[in-house]
């Protein structure tokens, strides 16, 4: 599979392993208007009809995060707001099902109102009848998809298989991206992905298509990696089997934290988390006061932002 990025794209080609790089202006910083503030923004979901983006706000040291909604208004993004059922505890990763009716997150709230305690974090779901009705109470998935272990970032497809991040008793490496299969009516034991995903590293974040043709997920301490934590890709092959994942590069990877990624299918759009950073660590001139607080509230300040990159596939 070779791999063109361009100014404007970035195409996959499926079979070799080649990556070739553009410049850092391909990627464009969705929401800008977090710049200016000291918050930090990850992960994305975008709804399947492309009028609403649930994500997440953490503080300054992400001790306290909450979900977060914002809507298209004429080709603009409404001021976000906490949606209903966050907004007390640690809730992040947002995702979709193919519908548009459910809402799968990770939290670390109690499993019910008789306590106020954080616990580990587990795999929620609110679901609705549409787009214009609200947003049923949280609902824990239980075993054998949640454990005494902490899992993370699902994601649902069409056949309502439920892949997530945890570290099990199995796990090939630190951390690996596991898969519920859902048959009769619920959910079998986890399994991890093949050696093709999962390594000794850690790999975590992951997106997959509802089809499960294509999985985008983060990764780091690999040889190939950039320092901080890279985007991999993977597509399956004709026997249904996944293919040796490889790394976007730049300007997709940075050598900072790159992570939470999403993929639209319609618009060919890649979307993702960074913590990168255009703050230097010296300065061949003394700053005033004046220029060391625009210095830091830049945009790529090393807290988490969404970019987004036009990225396709072609046969």
């Not at 670390?108 to 109102?113: A, E, M, S, T």
Request: proline share 6%; with cysteine.
């Amino acid at each position: 599979m070779k791999s063109f990025i361009t100014l404007l794209c970035l195409a996959l080609l499926p079979c070799l392993v080649t990556s070739q790089t553009s410049p850092e202006n391909a990627l464009e910083e969705l929401l800008p208007w977090f710049s200016s503030q000291q918050v930090n923004v990850r992960d994305f979901a975008l709804s399947p009809d492309g009028e609403e983006i649930y994500f997440t706000v953490e503080s300054f040291k992400k001790n306290i995060s909450f979900i977060v909604v914002s809507k298209d208004n004429d080709g603009d993004w409404s001021q976000p707001e906490i949606v209903s059922f966050s907004g007390q505890f640690r809730d992040i990763e947002p995702a979709f099902s193919p519908d548009g009716n459910s809402l799968y997150f990770a939290s670390n709230r109690p499993l019910d109102d008789t306590s106020t305690k954080p616990k580990d974090y587990d795999i929620w779901m609110v679901s609705r009848e549409n787009k214009n009705a609200p947003w049923s109470a949280p609902k824990n998935l239980g075993a054998p998809v949640n454990s005494e272990a902490e899992e993370f970032y699902p994601s649902i497809t069409t056949s309502k298989n439920l892949y997530f991040t945890a570290t099990l008793e199995d796990t090939k490496g630190r951390e690996d991206i596991y898969v519920c299969e859902y048959k009769d009516g619920h959910y079998l034991p986890p399994k991890s992905l093949s050696k093709a995903v999962n390594t000794l590293a850690y790999e975590f974040n992951a997106w997959v298509a509802p089809d499960e043709s294509l999985i985008i997920f983060s990764s780091y301490g690999r040889e190939d990696g950039n320092g901080g934590g890279d985007l991999y890709y993977s597509l399956k092959d004709e026997q249904g089997n996944w293919q040796p994942s490889l790394n976007f590069d730049k300007p997709v990877n940075s050598d900072k934290l790159d992570y939470c990624p999403f993929y639209d299918l319609k618009t060919k759009m890649l979307y993702f988390t960074s913590e990168r950073t255009e703050v230097q660590k010296s300065y061949s001139e003394k700053l005033s006061f004046k220029k060391f607080l625009k210095e830091i509230s830049q945009s790529a300040n090393g807290l988490g932002r969404i970019y987004k990159v036009s990225w396709e596939f072609e046969d």
